[in-house]
């Protein structure tokens, strides 16, 4: 393969503007509104954004605490921090970490942030993730380390969370699957993504110490903006396909999208034009939790 061609997979890969482009719906208002409020930010409050982003709602959470809270933003991606900080330039009151694997302990004081005192282990009082966590299948359990890592000790830590869950993305994952393996390759060892289901992630809060107030899977069909080709350029093709030169994954993802083209693809006619138009909708599943760390809770 040549250099021009090699992906590697990791989330470094993932780009602002090709998540602008072909999933703006991860930080739609219509999405994450229901999240935000179950965080329920409060003013002077600190809180972790954690797989911040392009930090759009890095931005709400500012705005939330106001001048006397603090926000800290977390991703593994340079090129969405940079469109983060660039966003939001005027806050005073956040700061961005290094691009780091989230599964992977923290240092303090954190790389790349001022030595604040206010960045310290165990003084934060929430940790918000969206869209995030089920990137995190080298080791799930790990995440939840490094957010007991970050939370108050004192019984009302927060950790609020919305996830792919089981049988997020059916049919398009099955699609995937059968296209690498007519290639000799086994998909259980490229896939990059972790869907569980409510009573296993349950299992993995109450082992790393923490208490479950809420926790629902629940089915969210999502209209793409583009066709399916382009959630697979933005989730898959560095990821699930990093392994693949340009031209073979190319060939996956027209596989993927002509088997999935059935269930996902729809015409639409404008009301106002009489226009027919090309739609898409997949199916995600999303697993949302609410969680409190219970009071001096240690690694166990």
């Not at 699609?175 to 289901?197: I, M, S």
């Not at 090309?278 to 949302?288: D, N, P």
Request: net charge negative.
């Amino acid at each position: 393969m040549s250099p021009a061609n090699q992906h590697v997979a990791s989330l470094t890969n993932h780009k602002a503007s090709v998540y602008r482009e072909n999933a703006n719906f991860v930080y739609s208002d219509k999405f994450t509104d229901p999240l935000l409020s179950l965080l329920d930010p409060k003013p002077g409050q600190k809180i972790v954004d954690l797989g911040c982003g392009s930090g759009e709602l890095t931005g709400k959470l500012v705005k939330a605490v106001g001048n006397d809270g603090f926000v800290l933003g977390i991703d593994s991606s340079e090129d969405m921090l940079e469109k983060a900080k660039s966003l939001n330039a005027a806050a005073q009151n956040l700061v961005f970490a290094v691009p780091r694997d989230i599964q992977t302990p923290l240092q303090f004081p954190i790389p790349g942030s001022p030595s604040w005192s206010h960045i310290q282990p165990h003084s934060f009082n929430s940790i918000f993730s969206n869209a995030t966590l089920h990137w995190c299948n080298t080791s799930p359990s790990a995440v939840l380390d490094l957010c007991r890592s970050l939370l108050v000790q004192d019984g009302t830590g927060k950790l609020v969370v919305e996830m792919g869950g089981g049988m997020n993305m059916i049919g398009v994952r099955a699609a995937l699957w059968q296209a690498v393996r007519e290639r000799g390759r086994d998909p259980k060892e490229l896939d990059p993504w972790y869907f569980p289901r409510v009573d296993e992630y349950k299992r993995l809060l109450v082992a790393a110490g923490f208490e479950p107030i809420s926790i629902e899977i629940y089915p969210r069909p999502t209209r793409l903006p583009t066709p399916l080709y382009g959630w697979l350029q933005t989730f898959a093709r560095s990821s699930f396909l990093s392994t693949f030169d340009d031209a073979e994954a190319g060939a996956i993802m027209r596989q993927v999208e002509k088997a999935c083209e059935p269930d996902c693809r729809y015409e639409e006619v404008d009301e106002a034009s009489g226009e027919v138009r090309e739609r898409w909708e997949v199916m995600y599943v999303r697993l949302r939790f609410v969680a409190v760390l219970k009071a001096e809770s240690r690694a166990l």
